[in-house]
């Protein structure tokens, strides 16, 4: 099982927006994936999922009205954006593949992280 | 959405002790509850799944049960690898959410 592979860091202004990818290779491609964050020195903090056809995504509240998470079936890339950024969303950014057993789904395969800096 | 309430936090063991850390949820999540371990500069790992199912890969010390809203992570016999920190995660429904998180620190 290939992990998904992110795109690399960025630095923004606050205000502005960011928008990470990540590639799935392989069957990953077929799963629903997760993004989740984690700030410095923080803990994990769920931000949101779109299915596998890119066409359902569910957010976490926090979040929601800041977050496009979105899915190009043609290059196996999914994506997620955060807009109007602010130094708090300081953090690093994962895409997490979702797996299922005969009874639950759940985020099984991480990508490698990208840390999003927010500084003036 | 559900919340997680994980404890203890931080929690100091020595090796070859038994740990068990505990997570709550606010309302019951069946046994939609994952377990991983992350280590500084690492994403998480995946220990758990479906509250007590083994990944593969993953050592036999390490054991999850629990049903409803209680869940434990325990490890039978701490190595010196297994100091990290540990969360929980319930994937009942959206918006999945994380416990805070237990550091294991070496006593």
């Known amino acids: 099982q290939e992990r998904p592979v992110q795109s690399g860091a960025e630095v923004r202004e606050p205000g502005a927006s960011v928008k990470v990818s990540c590639k799935a290779s392989?069957?990953?491609?077929?799963?629903?994936m997760n993004w989740v964050r984690q700030a410095p020195g923080q803990g994990l903090e769920w931000m949101g999922i779109?299915?596998?056809?890119?066409?359902?995504?569910s957010y976490a509240p926090k979040f929601q009205g800041r977050v496009t998470v979105t899915r190009d079936t043609s290059t196996n890339t999914v994506y997620m954006e955060l807009s109007s950024l602010r130094s708090e969303d300081t953090a690093v950014y994962y895409c997490?593949?979702?797996?299922?057993?005969?009874?639950?789904?759940?985020?099984?395969?991480w990508g490698q992280g990208t840390l999003v800096t927010v500084s003036s | 959405a559900i919340q997680m309430t994980q404890t203890p936090s931080p929690l100091s063991a020595s090796v070859g002790d038994r740990v068990t850390i505990t997570c709550r949820a606010s309302q019951g999540i069946g046994n939609e509850l994952v377990w991983y371990q992350q280590k500084p500069g690492k994403p998480p790992k995946l220990l758990i799944y479906a509250a007590s199912s083994l990944q593969s890969g993953v050592p036999s010390r390490f054991s999850g049960s629990g049903s409803g809203t209680d869940f434990t992570l325990t490890i039978s016999s701490l190595q010196p690898e297994d100091f990290a920190t540990y969360y929980c995660?319930?994937?009942?429904?959206?918006?999945?959410?994380f416990g805070q998180g237990t550091k294991l620190e070496i006593k």
């Open positions: 997490v593949r979702d797996q299922c057993s005969s009874t639950s789904c759940y985020p099984l395969l």
């Open positions: 779109i299915n596998s056809r890119g066409d359902s995504t």
């Open positions: 995660l319930q994937s009942y429904n959206y918006p999945y959410t």
């Open positions: 392989g069957d990953t491609f077929n799963y629903y």
